[in-house]
C-alpha cells in the first residue's frame, strides 16, 4: 500500500474531524482501509514463519475500527488518526500478548508485550519474573532486544507490590504494570516494504519476551 497516501490522509482526518469531512472522504478511506488489509495479510504471513501461531489469524480482526467510542471521553471527536494492527493469537480482543504496529503522523510505533494486563494477569507475570528471573532478564538484556527497544518499558509503581521485598533483585521489574517492547519508527518517505523489513526485524526480536509473558498468563 502507499504508506505516505495513509498518512496524508490521518493527517487531513486530524485537521477535520467531523462526520461531514468523513462521508466526502469515504470512497478514499475505504481504499486505504482495502490496501491496510492486503498490508496485515503479508504482515501475518511474514510473521507465521517464526511465530507459527499466528498463521491463521484473519486480518479483519486484526484492526480496529476507524469511529471512536466517545460515550465515556472526554474528546467527542468521532473518528481515530490512526490505523493499528494487533497480532495474537485468538485475535486482537484475545488476553494474549503479540505484536503491535501504530501508523499516524509524527507518533508510528512497533509494540508488543502486555500494556495493561488486568490484575489476576499482572499478579502470574510478577510471579513468573519473581521465579525465573535469570531467565527474564537474560530476554531483555539479550542483544537483539536491546538494540531494538533499548530496555522494558511501560508504567512502574513506586514501591513494591504487596508480597514482595524491596531487596528482591528481581524488583524492579515486579514494580512493572506494563511489560513493554516499544520501537518508535519514522514516518518520512516510509514505504510498505521498509515498514514490513523493520516489524520483521522487531517482531523477532520480540517474540521471546511474549512467549515468556504468555507463558505466564496461560499459569
Known sequence: MDVQALLGF??????????????????EYEK???????????????TAAFDPEMADLDPKK???????DVRFSANKNPYKNNFGISLSKGGKAADFCGYY?????????????SYQPMPDKLAAIRQEIDYNFEEFKGIIEHKDFVKHFGTLTGDKLQRPPKGY????????????????AYLPIKDKGLTEKE?????????????????????????
Open 101 to 113: 504496529v501504530h501508523i499516524q503522523p509524527s507518533e508510528c510505533f512497533i509494540a508488543g508485550g
Open 10 to 27: 490521518l493527517n487531513n482526518l486530524q485537521q477535520n474531524n467531523n462526520k461531514d469531512w468523513f462521508d466526502l472522504n469515504r470512497p
Open 165 to 180: 521485598d524491596a531487596e528482591n533483585p528481581a524488583i524492579e521489574f515486579i514494580k512493572h504494570k506494563g511489560f513493554l
Open 32 to 46: 486505504l482501509r482495502k490496501d491496510w488489509l492486503e498490508l496485515v495479510s503479508n504482515l501475518i504471513t511474514q
Open 62 to 68: 486484526c484492526i480496529f475500527r476507524i469511529n471512536r
Open 195 to 219: 515498514l514490513l523489513s523493520q516489524c520483521q526485524s522487531a517482531f523477532k526480536a520480540m517474540k521471546p519476551l511474549n512467549d515468556f509473558l504468555n507463558r505466564a498468563i496461560l499459569g
